[in-house]
């Protein structure tokens, strides 16, 4: 049992850190890491986000490496509770969102049975990001509903969630999935399915993404003719097709239509151009 000070409020906030550029963050997050005293980040949050906070903040890295190194979720854990009660508010920095496919869930109630007080910032998902792919999650007409699926269950076996999400019109999202393209490409052959659409986006929003279309027959050839790995989404199903001839990376659209995403280095917060904030 924690013997803390009367001024101590032991905290922990989840924050989502978005897909990857690092100005996809919610102001509230921003806040909070320039207020943090103790952040715990993974592995795919990206570095850049914790110029937010202050020089005096300790910032712990405790990611994990897809079939590789990492930190035990249990030394996770052990950091929030001992952070939490001797710095008082812990923030937890989690690519994409939290509780999506992030365990998120399960550092609340660790946190919540050891007497400390939670909060949760949403972030923006990597899925999303399929829209700077030029490849919307829903349209009209083509598909009205989202499945999103993990590729890599706690048992290390594929979700058969896809065979039932396979049976409707909905796009079809896989996290985690890249050691399983080969089973996906089969399963749907199975089904007389391998044409459906797909798509791999790797690095979503970052500069060094990288994007490939094709049917999900072959997906296995396409993530091997272009070296895509980790982290990567899948994305299958109609919406794939739409976006072919057509670019989303930018937000000064010259009038021929394409559209490139840029970023002017000098908006970056620095020790002398911190957030403003309202008056």
Known sequence: MHIISQNIHPELILVGAGPGDPELITLKACRVLQEAPVILYDNLCNTRLLDWASSSCEKIYVGKLPYGEYTPQETIHALIKEKAFTAGRVIRLKGGDPFIFGRGFEEVIFARQQGIAVSYIPGISSMQ????????????????SIWVITGTKKDGELSNDLRLAMKSKATIVIY????KLKEIAAIYKEEGMSATPAAIIHYASLPEEKMVRGAVEQL???AAEHQLTHPSIIIIGEVVRLGRDITLQAINAPSSGTHSLHYESNVWPSADRPLARPA
Do not use: C, D, V, Y
């Open 129 to 144: 990001a399929a829209g700077l792919s030029a490849i919307p999650l829903t349209h009209r007409h083509l598909s009205e």
């Open 220 to 222: 296995p050839s396409m």
């Open 176 to 179: 985690m999935g890249m050691k």
